[in-house]
């Protein structure tokens, strides 16, 4: 373990991160379809050496808390015999793809994301080159349907459509269209050619999108022997609700993309085939009916797409994180109640600049700095404060007030 635990890293499973209340423990799940008896055992992992709580990440990553550092060893040989541990450290994390939750149920879809997410997983381990990648550089693989990957971080994204697949970098809206047989080799030369032209910047960016930013996206095309007259522009796809009962499936949403050992327990025994972790903070259960909404509700777990508190993101905060100002989670609950009504996530609380719970830019932003919160409108934990060295109180009061003028 010794030099893996350095904080500050993306934690895997074979690299856990050390943090207020013990190891992380970040388990990259293929596909993002984890079958009932794996699901179960997690659980038992997470109550018997964990603290029974597990957090679902922005990309579908399921992470272990409270892992005792004495218990580490026998964690990984639990997650090997569960087929769950990558050979080693570069492999894991190399291995860092998204896809659609529901390609094989959703008659939208324009294709199996899933059977496309095996095969890319397998070329980057086996692609020794390419663990030089930045540890957050990852890939997404939309199917085109109504369970779309828009707004999901990715450095290198394929969509499937009709005619093939539209390949496109960042959060660049353009892309090139290749043939469905040619798109996991065309993403691993694009990811060769991000390493290429990134080592020729001072200091190299350390995702796709800053070096579209500093040579642009033609030219990554270009080094990746993928020609630019076929550029075109991919259309954006809205995500479909993913929380109540759909023809589909059942989702539930984790307040805060917490889930506890008990739940995971409780999502394994009621699915009927396998979960589906999202990485919009929404577990799915396909082919369960609505009968079983009820169970899920009293368990804790989010049953309502209205529910306030799917309109705000905090992170962990004090004390379950070393590197938090203030506690979080409490209060994002608390000023969620306040705005009952609200769509999409207007509020955004980080126990620290880092912004670990959303990159985006939120409405409203309060952020921990130098011992109390600092309020942000309209951006991100590290924009200028339109107040500053808030106390809770003083923020519950500013929101029951209705202005944040000075
Ligand atoms: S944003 Fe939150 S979870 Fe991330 S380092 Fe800061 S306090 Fe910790």
């Known amino acids: 373990m010794n030099q893996a635990l350095i904080r500050g890293w993306c934690p ?16 990259r799940i293929s596909g993002g379809r984890l079958a009932p008896e794996p699901a179960r055992a997690i659980a038992g992992i997470a109550r018997h050496h964990g603290n029974g709580e597990l957090d679902l990440g922005r990309r579908g990553g399921l992470q272990l808390r409270g892992v005792r550092e004495g218990d580490f060893s026998a964690v990984e040989a639990e997650l090997a015999a569960l087929g769950l541990l990558d050979a080693d450290e570069g492999a894991e994390a190399v291995r860092n793809v998204v896809a659609s939750p529901l390609s094989d149920l959703d008659e939208t879809a324009r294709g199996d994301a899933f059977a496309l997410a095996k095969q890319m997983e ?19 693989i939309d199917d085109g349907g109504r369970f779309g990957l828009t707004g999901v971080s990715a450095d290198i994204r394929l969509r499937l459509m009709q005619d093939g697949v539209a390949v496109s970098l960042g959060g660049d809206s353009q892309g090139i269209l290749i043939r469905t047989e040619d798109a996991v080799a065309g993403a691993l030369r694009l990811a060769h050619a991000f390493l290429d032209l990134a080592s020729r910047i001072d200091p190299p960016p350390r995702r796709m999108a800053a070096l579209v930013r500093h040579v642009g996206a033609e030219a990554i095309f270009a080094a990746a022997g993928l020609g630019r ?3 075109m522009l991919v259309p954006r796809s809205d995500v479909a609700p993913l929380i109540g009962a759909f023809p589909t499936h059942v989702g539930v949403g984790l307040p805060f993309g917490r889930l506890s050992a008990d739940q995971l327990h409780l999502l394994a025994d009621l699915s009927a085939s396998n979960l589906r972790l999202t990485p919009f903070r929404a577990v799915l259960l396909p082919g369960v009916s609505v009968s079983v909404l009820p169970r899920l509700a009293k368990a804790g777990l ?21 590197s938090a100002i203030t506690e979080t989670r409490g209060l994002a609950r608390r000023l969620a109640a306040l705005k009952p009504d609200a769509h999409g996530t207007w509020l955004h609380v980080s126990g620290c600049e880092k912004g670990c719970a959303s990159s985006a830019a939120h ?4 952020v921990g700095r130098d011992g109390g919160l600092d309020l942000v409108l ?8 339109r107040h500053a060295g808030l106390s809770p109180e003083a923020v519950e009061a500013l929101f029951r007030s209705g202005t944040f003028e000075k």
């Open 302 to 322: 989010i049953t309502q797409p209205d529910d306030p508190l799917l309109a705000v993101a905090a992170c962990p905060g004090a004390p379950a994180c070393g």
């Open 363 to 366: 409405a409203v932003t309060l």
């Open 378 to 385: 309209d951006g991100r934990p590290t924009d200028p404060p």
């Open 122 to 140: 397998a070329a980057l381990v086996a692609d020794e080159s390419l663990r030089l990648l930045p540890g957050k550089f990852g890939f997404s």
């Open 229 to 231: 007259e076929s550029v």
């Open 12 to 27: 895997g499973a074979r690299r856990p991160m050390r943090s207020g209340d013990g190891l992380i423990l970040r388990l």
